[in-house]
């Protein structure tokens, strides 16, 4: 069953180009126009991956709102905002509300279709078992590598897929330094520095979340990003 990529973009005519080249790929492809059509078709299905533009209509940040109701339903549906809105504060806000990627609408056909097709990867990665081990526990951390599910002391906390490999990749050598091209390689994603750093700020911030003290993650300055449980040594 090909998978469903819905595109919400107020655009007819750059909305019909991609659905056009997607459907080429083998995905079945749905079209919205505004955040309130796409909503109401939500409600009765979610798609596999959402495509969204910004500015939608008269809403100047509709799809910022539409990404978080997305986000409060689905917390690991793949979400990719495309967009003519390139500066560095809308990027890391996108990535701050939970986007997978976020791409500008220069980005060339072939490019944007690999981006896609490498998150779609990650998914499956996910829901394929766990070859190796089925619990991945790093102190009060426990990511349950079949369930997908990450709990701190006890309790739920919902990550993104780039979120989720991104923390893995962490949780997995205790104490070793990651660096931002491992993490994105962990994550099968092509990113820049700073949008490494605004996935970091997000993850912790969902910890600190349940837990005030959290500071397991921690920078190491000018080489990355270390995992860091309460036994071990800082």
């Not at 092509?190 to 997000?202: A, E, P, Y």
Request: proline letters at 4%; one cysteine or more.
């Amino acid at each position: 069953m090909p998978k469903h990529i819905a595109i919400i973009e107020d655009e007819i005519a750059i909305a019909e180009n991609y659905r056009d080249a997607l459907t080429r790929q083998g995905y079945d492809v749905s079209h919205y126009t505004s955040r309130p059509q796409a909503m109401q078709a939500f409600a009765a299905r979610l798609p596999d991956l959402a495509i969204i533009d910004v500015g939608l209509g008269d809403e100047a940040e509709g799809g910022f709102d539409l990404c978080r109701d997305l986000r409060t339903r689905a917390s690991q549906l793949p979400i990719i905002f495309l967009t003519a809105r390139d500066s560095e504060l809308d990027r890391v806000l996108g990535l701050r509300l939970g986007a997978d990627d976020y791409l500008t609408k220069d980005i060339s056909q072939p490019h944007m279709l690999a981006r896609i097709t490498a998150l779609f990867r990650r998914v499956d990665a996910l829901a394929a078992p766990a070859q190796n081990r089925e619990q991945l526990v790093a102190g009060p951390l426990l990511i349950d590598c079949q369930t997908l599910q990450v709990t701190w002391q006890g309790h739920a906390i919902e990550l993104t897929i780039t979120e989720y490999w991104i923390l893995q990749a962490l949780a997995a050598r205790p104490g070793h330094v990651k660096n931002r091209q491992q993490l994105m390689d962990a994550a099968n994603v092509v990113l820049d520095d700073n949008t490494i750093t605004s996935h970091i700020k997000r993850i912790r911030k969902k910890f600190k979340a349940i837990d005030e003290s959290f500071d397991a993650i921690q920078t190491a300055y000018g080489l990355g990003y270390r995992w860091l449980t309460p036994k071990d040594p800082a």
